[in-house]
């Protein structure tokens, strides 16, 4: 039921005032403050909820100084026995290279029978070198020897008939002495004779070229119709037995740590296959300039071991115990490697490093740490010396 309400005021000047309108009885009205109230508790309520959802659900203390400290994992690796390995970058060669060149004097190539990467055997001929002049010499050089051979046959003659006469007093002693002394002289031309021809013929024999010893042809710089002599360089080059080698640059430190004997796995650069090697020689000198000196690892012989090409060897330098870390602890600037620790004080300090042999746990640290200490596991890039942390060790 709906009632007209008149409302009279009046003022304190005697000016009255009148307000009029219709209520609605049983509806009584919502006071606007109490509606804006609510709104507000609303939300700040709903603010607290969302600052317990990010934070975990855990208030932090007032007064706390860690409140806004990071958070970070640490880890106490402690001590690991570690296989060693050194790994270095290096040059294949043929351990025993041969080259090949003209013994003889020399002359126009008629033909060559092998190529590079062709297998050669001792004594086999790589290039045949014309000799058709030596040929006629070695037929004159025998001529020789027919002419002095007639020579000392008729010598002896003349001397078997004069000692028929020395007994009738005929030919004197005098005459026997001489005669026997042209005799003895022919039969030395004889001889002179072959020895030239045996020497013509040798001469021939070293026209050709030959194998020195069973191996693999690494390289032919010969050619049919070349002309070649006793000052020509080397025809061919033949790696002896085919046995290769890795020249293998290392630092003095690294050196010193390897013997003959070590073994080695050598990868060539673009290849995915390793070869099984053997240290057989180390350098006894070092390189004044690079300080770096040369291990010499022995390989069979293997198609994808190109001499001239680059290799990577891992050398077994012996068991050591050390710290292990994994890579992401590890950082590195121009000063070097180094890691932040976590002291009592939950303040992260830098500490030097030196790393060796990787591993598959991770860097083997030789120098800087004892173990015991607590290793900010990552992140240790967006850190600072000096700065507060809040450490936690990873859930295992």
């Known amino acids: 039921m709906n009632y007209e309400t008149t409302i009279k005021a009046e003022a304190a000047d005697g000016v009255t005032t009148e307000f009029s309108g219709a209520r609605t009885f049983g509806a009584p009205a919502v006071p606007r403050w109490l509606i804006i109230g609510g709104l507000g508790l609303f939300a700040l309520l709903l603010a607290i909820a969302a600052y317990f959802a990010i934070a975990g659900g855990e208030p932090v203390a007032v007064g706390d100084d860690n409140a806004q400290a990071p958070t970070v994992t640490v880890v106490t690796p402690g001590t690991t026995t570690v296989s060693g390995e050194i790994e270095a970058p290096g040059t294949l060669a043929a351990r025993r290279p041969m080259p090949v060149g003209v013994v003889g004097e020399g002359g126009q190539v008629l033909r060559v029978t092998v190529d590079a990467g062709d297998w050669v055997q001792r004594g086999q001929v790589l290039a045949v070198i014309d000799r058709s002049v030596q040929t006629q010499q070695v037929a004159a050089q025998s001529a020789q020897i027919d002419v002095a051979r007639a020579d000392a046959n008729l010598a002896q003659a003349n001397l078997d008939r004069a000692q028929q006469l020395v007994a009738r007093g005929f030919i004197s002693k005098a005459d026997i ?220």
């Open 177 to 396: 002495d001489r005669l026997t002394a042209v005799r003895d002289s022919a039969m030395a031309r004889v001889k002179v004779a072959q020895a030239q021809l045996g020497e013509q013929r040798a001469r021939n024999e070293r026209l050709n070229i030959y194998a020195p010893a069973t191996g693999y042809v690494l390289a032919r710089n010969v050619e049919p119709g070349q002309t070649v002599g006793a000052g020509s360089p080397a025809l061919f080059t033949i790696a002896s037995g085919g046995e290769m080698e890795m020249l293998a640059q290392l630092s003095e430190e690294q050196l010193a740590k390897l013997s003959v004997g070590t073994m080695a796995t050598i990868v060539p650069t673009g290849s995915e296959k390793s070869f099984a090697g053997q240290v057989w020689q180390v350098a006894p000198v070092i390189d004044a300039t690079t300080r770096q000196g040369t291990a010499r690892i022995a390989l069979p012989f293997a198609p994808e071991l190109r001499p001239g090409g680059f290799a990577t060897a891992r050398i077994n330098s012996g068991s050591f115990t050390a710290t292990v870390l994994p890579e992401s602890a590890v950082q590195a600037d121009d000063e070097g490697s180094y890691v932040f620790v976590v002291g009592a004080d939950n303040k992260v300090a830098r500490r030097a490093v030196k790393t060796g042999a990787v591993t598959a746990q991770g860097l083997a640290i030789t120098e800087g740490l004892t173990g015991k200490e607590r290793i900010v596991l990552r992140a240790g890039g967006f850190l600072n010396p000096g700065e507060t942390v809040n450490p936690q060790t990873p859930k295992t």
